[in-house]
């Protein structure tokens, strides 16, 4: 009867440990670079499976063709936040793959502001009009080694330019698409 007891004791407490959920990370704080741009990032935990994610950087543009002497670049400063659900944790867990560091599947509603405060360009008085975007986005977040990562995401939604703090006789709206594919150093 002891062995029974003891039996059922041992096989409930290794049931219960494996039943834990996994969980992003209280808070990550990092760098991201891509084509078009520079960012610093903080993801806060909300949940067992949500965290925000806050990020301040810069976004880059490229124009050229015939019209101009020189290929053109200008980087403005954007403020982003970004609840993101990962949702795959657990399974990732479950098949020993890494979660550290926020490594997973996302589902992300990326809120930005990119103000016309100044522009980083290689043309002078270049100006910008100031944006808010709100894009659903859908992406994944693996590491390399212990501190390097990388990220991807697509996704679609609304841009909203605010035109007539710029001079323009009217506001105007229209559908936004981010797709980004980045590399980070997590610290």
């Avoid at 479950?94 to 290689?122: C, Q, Y």
């Avoid at 841009?159 to 009217?170: C, H, L, P, V």
């Amino acid at each position: 009867m002891q062995k029974t007891i003891f039996l059922l004791l041992f096989c409930g407490i290794t049931f219960v440990n494996h039943a834990q959920n996994a969980s992003v990370e209280k808070s990550v704080f990092g760098i991201q670079t891509g084509l078009l741009g520079i960012w610093a990032h903080n993801e806060s935990r909300l949940s067992n499976q949500i965290a925000l994610r806050s990020e301040i950087g810069f976004d880059a543009g490229l124009w050229g063709g015939s019209f101009y002497d020189k290929t053109g670049y200008a980087a403005k400063p954007v403020f982003t936040l970004s609840p993101r659900w990962y949702y795959n944790l657990n399974r990732r867990q479950r098949k020993s793959r890494r979660i550290d560091g926020n490594s997973g599947n996302f589902i992300a509603l990326k809120t930005s502001f990119r103000p016309d405060w100044f522009v980083i360009s290689n043309y002078d008085n270049v100006r910008y009009v100031s944006d808010i975007s709100i894009v659903p986005t859908w992406g994944i977040r693996r590491n390399i080694g212990d501190h390097f990562n990388y990220e991807a995401g697509i996704g679609a939604g609304y841009i909203y330019y605010f035109a007539k703090e710029a001079g323009y006789s009217e506001n105007e709206g229209e559908a936004a698409v981010n797709l980004h594919l980045r590399i980070g150093y997590r610290f």
